[in-house]
C-alpha cells in the first residue's frame, strides 16, 4: 500500500536558518503529493502541493520539488522564521477507485528561535 | 465564508461509551473525509463520504461508522470506545469524492478514560 516517510524530528534552527525537511514515498499510479503545516491547537493547513512528476509547489517562501526517480518530495526553506514553527506534514494523495485519500508521514516539529 | 467546522472541540468518555462527532464542510464541498491523528503521529484515514454513502474505508473496525446528510454535512460514530481511541479526529472537505484540495477542520479532541 502508498507509505510516506518523512525525517524525524524535532528540528531546531535559528531564525534564518536555511530548512530541509525529507520526505520519500512508496505509491502505485500517480499520487498527487502535498504538504501540510499544523500550527499548536489547530487542524491542517495546506501548505503546498505537486500533482504531477518535476512539478515543483511552492507558498510563503517554501518550496517542494515532486521527484519521481527518487520518490521524493523534500520541503525547502531558504531563511525560516519564528512564525514557521509547527509541525510539517508529508501526504501523498491517491485514488481507490474514484474515491481519493490521504496517506501522511509521521509528522516533523519544527522549532525556531530568535 | 465558513471553512470547515467540527463539534464539539473537546470530549471526555468512559471505555465502553459511544460518541457521535459532527463536521460541517466548507460551502460549495460535497465530500467529507475523516482522519484519526494519535499524540505525536500523522492523520490516518478512517473513512470517506460522498452522496450520503461512504466510499472508500481505511484500515479501521467496524465500531467506526458514519453518516453524511443531504446537506452534506456528516457524523462519525465510534462505539465501544476503548482506551486506544483517544486521539484528534480531523474532518476534512473537499469537492469531488476528494480528488482536489481537502481543507481540515480544527478537529475534535476526544479523550476515553
Known amino acids: 500500500g502508498d507509505s510516506v516517510t518523512q525525517m524525524e524530528g524535532p528540528v531546531t534552527l535559528s531564525e534564518e536558518a536555511f530548512l530541509t525537511i525529507n520526505c520519500t514515498y512508496t505509491a502505485t499510479g500517480y499520487p498527487s503529493l502535498f504538504w501540510y503545516v499544523q500550527y499548536p491547537g489547530e487542524g491542517l493547513q495546506l501548505l503546498l502541493k505537486a500533482t504531477k512528476a518535476d512539478d515543483k509547489g511552492s507558498n510563503k517562501g517554501f518550496e517542494a520539488t515532486y521527484r519521481k526517480e527518487t520518490t521524493s518530495f523534500h520541503l525547502e526553506k531558504g531563511s525560516v522564521q519564528v512564525s514557521d514553527s509547527a509541525v510539517y506534514f508529508c501526504?501523498?494523495?491517491?485514488?481507490?477507485?474514484?474515491?481519493?485519500?490521504?496517506?501522511f508521514g509521521k509528522g516533523t516539529l519544527l522549532t525556531v528561535n530568535p | 465564508d465558513a471553512g470547515v467546522t467540527q463539534s464539539p472541540t473537546h470530549l471526555i468518555k468512559t471505555r465502553g461509551q459511544q460518541v457521535t462527532l459532527r463536521c460541517s464542510p466548507k460551502s460549495g464541498h460535497d465530500t467529507v473525509s475523516w482522519y484519526q491523528q494519535a499524540l505525536g503521529q500523522g492523520p490516518q484515514f478512517i473513512f470517506q463520504y460522498y452522496e450520503e454513502e461512504e466510499r472508500q474505508r481505511g484500515n479501521f473496525p467496524d465500531r467506526f461508522s458514519g453518516h453524511q446528510f443531504p446537506n452534506y454535512s456528516s457524523e462519525l460514530n465510534v462505539n465501544a470506545l476503548l482506551l486506544g481511541d483517544s486521539a484528534l479526529y480531523l474532518c476534512a472537505s473537499s469537492f469531488g469524492q476528494g480528488r482536489y484540495e481537502q481543507y481540515f477542520g480544527p478537529g475534535t479532541r476526544l479523550t476515553v478514560t
Open positions: 501526504a501523498l494523495g491517491n485514488s481507490g477507485g474514484s474515491n481519493y485519500k490521504l496517506t
